[in-house]
């Protein structure tokens, strides 16, 4: 089984950076790509960033620039940098990731969320 705790959630002003982090922790081979999701207020979620284990990287085209998800597979670590965020960032964000060796690529494993607030 896989476990995945979010952190970095905070109240900023616009403009300004955050990170987020995700630890991946359990059976870290059963990881595939991993993504990071957002869901803002009366919104439907969203697939904002995804990454492969061989780095192969996608974003959404809201985030597409100013985003950025790394990973760092030995140390089961999940990132996602944003950069210049704006008030419709706000949203609880969620880390998630496939099993590795599915095809389908829906992702099963899922953190709690950690909530980002951007001021205008």
């Known amino acids: 089984q896989v476990q995945l705790v979010e952190s970095g959630g905070a109240l900023v002003q616009a403009g300004r950076s955050l990170t987020l982090t995700c630890i991946v922790s359990?059976?870290?081979?059963?990881?595939?790509?991993v993504g990071w999701h957002r869901q803002g207020p009366g919104k439907e979620r969203e697939l904002v960033a995804a990454?492969?284990?061989?780095?192969?990287?996608s974003y959404a085209d809201a985030v597409k620039g100013r985003f950025t998800i790394d990973r760092d597979n030995a140390q089961g670590t999940v990132h996602l940098r944003m950069n210049t965020l704006k008030p419709e960032d706000t949203a609880d964000y969620y880390c998630a990731a496939v099993r590795r060796w599915d095809p389908s690529g829906t992702y099963v494993y899922w953190g709690q969320g950690t909530q980002v607030t951007v001021s205008s």
């Open positions: 990454l492969t284990r061989n780095g192969e990287s």
């Open positions: 359990g059976n870290m081979v059963a990881v595939g790509t």
